[in-house]
């Protein structure tokens, strides 16, 4: 597993953690060094899923754009009850939500 | 507002005033530890004016960033793309600051009392508390290590306190020696940035007194929305007002769109 960019405390939480559930961009038969990317062995990871799009409203660098329109209108939608539960219906639970922030 | 601010900038906001103030503060390549709102807008016009050379440093990891825009978060992607290394959220606490290598952290507060202790954690009794605010995040860190702290938030009695209700960032603990026991390295708050002036520690005590004031704002305006018996140093400088060159530079910044194509 090989990823870059702003890294956070990814690769942390993976050691950190028993189990762990990767999502990536792509899943490729052999993976292409890049300079200063962090490598996480297979070892380390115990499930791995594709899902391109995954990072949404966040990104994957040199894959996909933050949608800082998305973080902007969580403010208000989080000062109000109506606007929290329809979004939660629309983004997260409603049929087709996981699908429709994949393909931002 | 009067002549005096015509002659210099034009009309300009108590904001404006506090982020330009912030700004001249910075040395050109200096190492700056900054966040999100004022502190980073503060930095971006610095890098814009006086300082070009001014490596600034997110929370996130991106070192010597070079946003031509204020990023919306510390995440954003034009930090890493701009940096001179980006690094891990560990690697920045424990191998960049805590080794002494970021000469100034820009600090903000919900409250801060006369030896710059900061809370950002509760108002009220902890266990109980009439407030649960964000918490901690990096500033206790910033505020141990970095070689000296700015903090930056607007002058009000509720924020000015004799005590703070919690201390999540210590500033001069309880007074002359605090630091020094508990084993931190930097030197701590050495600058309190407001929207009515500026606040330094006294050399001595680490108790904060009033060092300079805005055009039009005068010493008895600060005290009156200091919640401690505020001293005012012997020598109370008259801090400019924003010129139009820092002005513009500023507007600029803010009204920054990201750049198209740009992974935002």
């Not at chain 1, 052999?30 to 297979?42: I, N, S, T």
């Not at chain 2, 500033?171 to 630091?179: E, K, S, T, V, W």
């Amino acid at each position: 597993m090989q990823f870059w960019g702003i890294t956070g405390v990814q690769k942390e939480a993976v050691l950190a953690a028993r189990r762990s559930v990767v999502t990536v961009e792509e899943i490729v038969d052999e993976l292409d060094p890049r300079p200063g990317a962090v490598v996480l062995p297979a070892w380390t990871v115990s499930f791995v899923a594709a899902v391109p799009g995954g990072a949404h409203p966040s990104y994957a660098l040199g894959y996909s754009a933050r949608d800082n329109d998305f973080y902007v209108a969580w403010d208000a939608i989080s000062r109000d009850r109506e606007a929290f539960t329809a979004w939660l219906e629309r983004e997260v639970l409603g049929p087709g939500a996981r699908r429709a922030g994949a393909a931002q | 507002m009067s002549d005096t601010v015509s002659e210099t900038g034009g009309d300009y906001t108590a904001d404006e005033m506090m982020t330009v103030t912030a700004a001249r503060t910075l040395r050109d390549g200096m190492t700056c530890f900054v966040g999100i709102g004022l502190p980073s807008a503060a930095a971006n016009l610095a890098r814009a004016t006086h300082a070009p050379k001014l490596v600034l440093v997110y929370e996130s990891g991106t070192i010597g960033a070079k946003p031509g825009w204020l990023p919306l978060s510390i995440g954003d992607g034009v930090l890493a793309q701009t940096a001179d290394a980006v690094v891990s959220v560990p690697e920045i606490f424990n191998y960049w600051i805590q080794a002494g290598r970021i000469d100034l952290g820009f600090l903000g507060a919900a409250q801060v009392d006369k030896f710059g202790n900061i809370n950002t954690t509760a108002i009220g009794d902890y266990a109980r508390p009439k407030v649960r605010l964000p918490g901690a995040g990096g500033a206790p860190e910033i505020a141990a290590s970095c070689r000296e702290v700015t903090i930056v938030l607007r002058q009000s009695l509720r924020a000015f306190v004799e005590r703070v209700d919690f201390i999540t960032s210590v500033g001069f603990g309880d007074g002359p020696g605090a630091r020094q026991r508990l084993g931190l390295t930097g030197a701590g708050p050495q600058k309190i940035i407001t929207d009515l002036g500026v606040l330094e520690p006294d050399p001595r005590t680490g108790e904060f007194l009033l060092t300079g004031v805005y055009p039009e704002v005068s010493a008895a305006d600060v005290q009156g929305r200091t919640g401690w018996e505020l001293r005012v140093a012997p020598s109370l400088a008259q801090l400019p007002a924003p010129d139009s060159a820092e002005l513009s530079a500023l507007r600029r910044l803010m009204s920054a769109e990201p750049s198209e194509g740009a992974s935002r």
